[in-house]
């Protein structure tokens, strides 16, 4: 049987909450791509996977540049793609763990794309952050013939006035950037008793915000952040 290259989604923090699936893949792997951290600290998404890594494995930490210099970033997606075809040309399994799942904001798309021509790809989902809020904290995002839009907040203020303008169900991701901004929208549009804000899903630090008035007095707020907002569900 010919070797693979597996993206695995490892979910939003807990270890418990990977599949399955996701589990059983990790016995089987050679190699383990990892994003590497720039503090020094373990990687999030390794730290996740580590009680279902067999004692065996290859971990290769690699470094992907979070900046908007394109050209640095497609050197780094390139060198890392060559390497991981390389990998699994020399009959090894290969996978790499990115948090949440796999298709959603995730770095690994851009290393599918250089892949996907030269080796067998299997992408095992995993849980998002978002439905992971959602379900942890009873919040219905949607229902019968209501719309979900998931938008990113380093996107134009324009685009995310108009989503919440015409959806009734809405997931806020990356707020960390422009959460100011974001906190007086939601109020501007008496959303704030709709909403609910979210660092850290599942992790250790993870910190609850129901009552949005209390963001206006923060300096920051953690790079995972997501804010849920659904129009017919008032607390």
């Known amino acids: 049987m010919s070797c693979k290259f597996y993206g695995i989604g490892v979910g939003p923090g807990d270890s418990e909450l990977i599949t399955i699936k996701a589990a059983k893949i990790f016995e089987i792997l050679d190699i383990l791509y990892v994003p590497q951290s720039k503090n020094g600290k373990e990687s999030i998404a390794k730290k996740i996977a580590n009680p279902y890594l067999n004692k065996d494995i290859l971990i290769k930490e690699r470094y992907f540049p979070m900046n908007y210099n394109m050209d640095e970033k497609i050197d780094v997606w390139n060198s890392i793609s060559k390497e991981i075809v390389n990998d699994v040309k020399q009959n090894k399994n290969v996978g790499f763990v990115t948090l949440g799942d796999p298709m959603i904001y995730s770095t690994y798309l851009y290393v599918y794309e250089r892949l996907k ?16 809020i959602a379900s942890s904290n009873n919040f219905p995002l949607v229902m019968d013939r209501e719309s979900l839009a998931i938008v990113s907040c380093t996107d134009d203020m324009h685009r995310i006035y108009d989503v919440l ?17 974001i906190i007086d929208l939601i109020f501007e549009k008496g959303l704030e008793k709709s909403s609910i804000m979210v660092s850290n899903s599942s992790m250790e630090d993870e910190v609850l915000i129901k009552d949005l008035s209390e963001v ?12 849920l907002i659904n129009k017919t569900y008032n607390r």
């Open 117 to 132: 021509d030269y080796i067998e790809v299997v992408t095992i989902p995993g849980i998002s952050s978002f439905i992971n």
């Open 165 to 181: 303008d015409n959806f009734e169900s809405i997931v806020l991701m990356k707020v960390y950037k422009n959460f100011k901004s």
């Open 216 to 227: 206006k007095k923060m300096d920051s707020v953690p790079y995972f952040t997501t804010i």
